[in-house]
């Protein structure tokens, strides 16, 4: 172990100064070569006492153009932030939480679309683990199964039994879903929340819409994923892919079919590189050991001032 795993630079932009030092020393390195030919016009009495004041170096032994560039080369390496994992950095652990909404409606459980769904939310948890999870349920009414946590183990348990039985009450409202959705996103403090809504798009109204274009408008992203119905229910509306597409881009989400759900996969994977590469944040999670570069270039700038021999 080496001690610079996981080494990044916070501020790389400085490293364009680097080059810059080293240009700026060369130049000073042979201006001060130059001053060296006075030594060919002074007279050779005088010689000795100007170099014990200082006055005066012989061509290229003067180590100043060298010890300027060597500390503005340890400045500029300060400042780009060479940094390393903090294993004492607080966790920031709902910062880009994923809250998936399951429709337990009787047109989804009587249309045959119920183990698409529940494939389709074990999918997105197994490929989301790394971000915090939540899940909802909803027909008639929505209900809160888990707040957003870091065990994918429990909530696949938990989507795993839910069945026809599971809702007391029958319906369809996905807007009383989103609600939901929207107070727990806020009460644990998401700064960049996901929301899927997994449905037929059965019961999906002006008052939805309304509602996802609000939580776009806070931050909160919402997306669909469409179940296809074996057969639509006798007496119960077809599904309705319009209605779920319109509401995903009414809450600046994607829709994708629950048989393919990669297109939605990558579009929380990149707000979940976002969330990660946030300059702020990553200053928390990360020791910034350029300070410590920075004053280790007081080192060669104290040869400048050593003391000189008097005349």
Do not use: K
Not at 1 to 7: D, H, P, Q, W
Not at 172 to 193: C, G, H, I, K, Q
Request: proline share 7%; hydrophobic share 50%; glycine share 10%.
């Amino acid at each position: 172990m080496t001690g610079l795993e996981g080494l990044i630079l916070l501020r790389p932009i400085w490293l364009g100064a680097l080059p810059v030092a080293l240009l700026l020393g060369g130049l000073a390195a042979r201006a001060s070569a130059r001053r060296g030919r006075w030594t060919r016009l002074i007279d050779a009495d005088l010689l000795p006492a100007m170099r014990r004041r200082g006055h005066l170096t012989e061509a290229g032994r003067d180590p100043s153009p060298l010890l300027v560039a060597c500390s503005a080369v340890l400045v500029a390496a300060g400042l780009a932030g060479p940094a390393t994992p903090d294993p004492d950095a607080p966790a920031l652990r709902n910062l880009d939480a994923v809250m998936i909404l399951l429709d337990l409606s009787p047109s989804v459980i009587e249309g045959g679309g119920l183990d698409d769904a529940q494939a389709a939310v074990s999918r997105l948890i197994d490929r989301h683990a790394a971000r915090p999870v939540a899940l909802g349920i909803y027909s008639g009414e929505s209900f809160l199964v888990s707040v957003p946590t870091d065990e994918p183990e429990t909530l696949q348990t938990m989507v795993g039994v839910v069945d026809g039985d599971t809702m007391p009450v029958a319906g369809s409202r996905p807007d009383r879903a989103l609600a939901m959705a929207r107070r727990t996103l806020a009460d644990a403090v998401v700064e960049r929340p996901d929301v899927v809504l997994v449905s037929d798009g059965g019961g999906l109204g002006p008052g939805a819409l309304d509602l996802a274009r609000l939580m776009a408008s806070e931050g909160i992203r919402v997306s669909a994923i469409f179940v296809t119905p074996d057969a639509a229910p006798y007496g119960m509306p077809p599904a309705r892919w319009e209605s779920l597409a319109a509401l995903a881009d009414a809450g600046g989400g994607a829709i994708v079919h629950a048989g393919d759900t990669a297109p939605l996969e990558a579009l929380l994977a990149d707000r979940r590189g976002a969330a990660a590469a946030d300059g702020a944040r990553r200053r928390l999670r990360y020791q910034d050991h350029g300070r410590w570069l920075v004053a280790l270039a007081l080192v060669p700038l104290a040869f400048l001032f050593r003391r000189r021999e008097a005349a």
